[in-house]
């Protein structure tokens, strides 16, 4: 059974485990890297997951263990505070294929439309990335760009697709 949480300061050894697993079975999925954030202190990874008004970043916990993540932050500027976007989307291969995934996109998409509000949200995508694509797909995302090598990974291109979803409003 699956639980999903907001995480906070308290889970930053998990989060900070998970997210670096992450980054290096699938470094074409993010575009921060290992290298980048395997030096990151606990204390500013907990500084990370503290509760802001903004943004918050979701556990999914099977048998007590962090097995997925999920992030969600509003735009900053005033004219672009009625989106949100998802960024982190990482779920261990041992969970992969049960939903895990789904449930993480499902409660940051709620969040979005009750706690911050926002009108749609986006994220970005590797565009040769078909799970995380149909995993969008599936939660009411649609493609509405494509960015020509968007990063370099070891020197190879990677292309990302843009999609946004569009909440209902609220009332
Ligand atoms: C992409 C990822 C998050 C999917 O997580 P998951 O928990 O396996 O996804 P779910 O089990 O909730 O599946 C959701 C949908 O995606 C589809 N899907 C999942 N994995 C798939 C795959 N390998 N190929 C095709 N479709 C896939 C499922 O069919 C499912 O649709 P359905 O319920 O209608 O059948 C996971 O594979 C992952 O963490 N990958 C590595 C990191 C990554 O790519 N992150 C995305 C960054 S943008």
Known sequence: MTEIRVLGAADAAAFQALRLSGLQECPTAFASSFEEESGRELPAVAERLAPQGDRAVFGAFAG?????????????????????????????????????????????????????????????????????????????????????????????????LQMVCFLPPAD
């Open 64 to 160: 007590g263990e962090l097995a997925g993540v999920v992030g969600l932050m509003r735009e900053g500027h005033r004219k672009l505070a009625h989106k949100a976007f998802i960024w982190g989307m990482y779920v261990a291969p041992a969970a992969r294929k049960q939903g895990v995934g789904r449930e993480l996109v499902a409660t940051a998409l709620s969040f979005a439309a009750t706690e911050l509000r926002v009108r749609q949200v986006t994220l970005g995508v590797n565009a040769a990335n078909p799970a995380a694509i149909v995993l969008y797909e599936r939660m009411g995302f649609k493609a509405y760009g494509r960015e020509p090598c968007f990063m370099l990974v070891d020197g190879v291109p990677q292309d990302e």
